[in-house]
């Protein structure tokens, strides 16, 4: 298409946000003039099945749960007036808490206030919390950030060394729904040895945010931890970013959660218009069809032209892949769906990838996110000019534009979001464009976007390796005689178990843990 031609495609499928200050363009995507009434049917019986959703039907059929993220910020649309108070008493807590944690009200036993925060997770637990600090976080922040989000012991070190003398002053938060996630629970113990080593007490600077009765909530209430606040099984780790998983950390931080809250509920109301060329979300979702060909046959790589939003690719990834990642159907057939997700930050990408993403394998569609304020107005703060009347901000608009120039010239499709200002209302929005676009896709393809049978299989096979772990040790300590890990697995009647087996006595002697290794041989060392 000419540059007219693609100007009138703009204007014509613009979606304009003004109450949030977001628009999507979908010009670059080459959409036939009849996709969006053959598709129109689909988005009516969607958009039924999203109001049915946030009415309280049971959307997550294979666990037997409602979904209602949606309720996080509009509890009022609750389906029952127990849902709603327990939200807005939340939110109310938090604000308490993070207020007495400011005016020093709340101190840890051995400093006179609180100057870091460790926040104990993973998945979106973790992602959540980080693209929030990352996005909003400044130079004014009430408490340094810090994460576990991980069960790496190397990743836990370079934490605790960070902290050094400040861990007497660092309010810790460990976040698990059911209390019994492995990689939280070992971030726990393992913060929890820190303070042993330098005589201090976890339990007097320790938070727990879980659900009722969960193993944390009832370890938190026998060591009398600092305070509790909910997760409800209604609300997914990869939606929970809006409840106390990441308004707390935000709220501790510094940022003004209303606004968070303010721009969501906006979106979330723009994103419920059944008139699909007025709703972003249906349009994302109808975009991502057509470019995937409702089989997720090409990746979306999520390109921010900010660095504050660096971390929204990554977010986006547990998302959307979690979310769409499906093997079976609502019907139970066999589809293997799922939209495969990455990114980079612009104009880093221009150095990075884009070499591959316009000249190689057209196997991906772009999603540009761009922010029009430059720098956070500030008086103190003048642009300084890199080149006649250009500045630093000037280039990265046009590093955008002429990426998407020039991945169109090759016929590689790609969607712009552009932000007025990054600021907690615009984000917050973002968030929940992308939380409904995730949702409308599923059901035009017929999965169940809120459970992650997956990422339960891996959980489970973990638990296997460990078990066998167990038993190898312990057979070579009644066995102590040099072997390799074909004899062992043989003499343990487990032949078909000898990587297993090899891979774990390689992990124990490299730790010298309970095993040493010589010319090729393992044996038990006390």
């Avoid at 932000?419 to 464009?433: M, P, R």
């Avoid at 460990?466 to 062992?488: C, D, G, R």
Wanted: charged share 25%.
């Amino acid at each position: 298409m000419d540059a007219l031609t693609l100007w009138r495609r703009y204007k014509q499928h613009l979606c304009d946000c003004p109450s949030v200050g977001i628009k999507l363009d979908i010009s670059r995507v080459d959409f036939p003039d009849s996709f969006f009434a053959e598709h129109e049917e689909a988005m009516q019986e969607a958009y039924t099945a999203m109001r049915g959703l946030e009415a309280g039907d049971i959307a997550n059929p294979d666990e037997q749960r409602m979904v209602g993220h949606y309720w996080l910020r509009t509890p009022h649309l609750a389906p029952n007036d127990d849902i709603a108070r327990e939200v807005e008493q939340a939110v109310g807590q938090i604000k308490d808490f993070a207020h007495k944690i400011h005016q020093r009200e709340i101190c840890p036993p051995q400093a006179g206030r609180f100057t870091d925060l460790l926040i104990v997770g993973i998945g979106g637990s973790a992602l959540g919390p980080q693209l929030l600090d990352d996005a909003l976080g400044t130079k004014r922040d009430k408490l340094a950030m810090h994460y576990f989000d991980n069960t790496d012991p190397d990743g836990f070190d370079r934490i605790i060394d960070q902290l050094a003398t400040r861990l007497k002053s660092t309010l810790v938060i460990v976040i698990s729904k059911s209390g019994g996630t492995k990689e939280t629970r070992n971030g726990m113990l393992e913060i929890e040895h820190a303070f042993k080593r330098k005589n201090l007490t976890l339990a007097p600077q320790a938070v727990a945010i879980t659900s009722a009765g969960s193993l944390l909530a009832q370890r938190a209430t026998e060591q009398n931890w600092l305070a509790q606040f909910p997760m409800w099984d209604w609300v997914g780790g990869r939606t929970s970013v809006l409840s106390a998983v990441g308004l707390l950390p935000a709220a501790l931080q510094g940022v003004p959660i209303d606004q968070l809250l303010e721009g969501a509920g906006e979106m979330d109301k723009i994103t419920r218009e059944p008139d699909t060329k007025k709703n972003p979300a249906a349009k994302l979702a109808l975009m991502w069809l057509h470019c995937t060909g409702g089989k997720g046959n090409k990746d979306m790589v999520i390109l921010p032209y900010k660095d504050r939003l660096l971390l929204m690719s990554r977010y986006l990834q547990q998302l959307v892949m979690e979310s769409l990642g499906k093997e079976f159907d609502l019907d139970g057939n066999e589809v293997n769906q799922g939209i495969a997700v990455y990114g980079n930050k612009g104009s880093t990408d221009q150095h990075a990838y884009v070499q591959q993403l316009r000249e190689g394998v057209s196997n991906f569609f772009a999603t540009f996110i761009v922010v029009l304020q430059d720098r956070t107005p500030n008086a103190a703060k003048v642009a300084p000019e890199v080149d006649p009347n250009i500045t630093s901000g000037d280039y990265l608009n046009g590093f955008w534009q002429g990426t998407r120039q020039a991945l169109y010239e090759k016929g590689r499709p790609s969607l712009t979001l552009t932000l007025k200002k990054l600021d907690a209302v615009s984000l917050g929005a973002l968030i929940a464009l992308y939380e409904r676009a995730v949702g409308l896709y599923a059901m035009l393809v017929n999965i169940n976007a809120y459970h992650q049978p997956g990422v339960e299989a891996g959980k489970q096979a973990a638990t296997v390796v460990l078990e066998m772990q167990h038993t190898v040790v312990a057979w070579m300590k009644e066995n102590p005689q040099p072997a390799t890990p074909e004899q062992i697995a043989d003499r343990m009647k487990l032949p078909h178990e000898v990587e297993t087996i090899f891979h774990i006595l390689e992990h124990l002697a490299t730790n010298k843990r309970h095993i040493a290794r010589a010319r090729g041989r393992f044996r038990y060392k006390a």
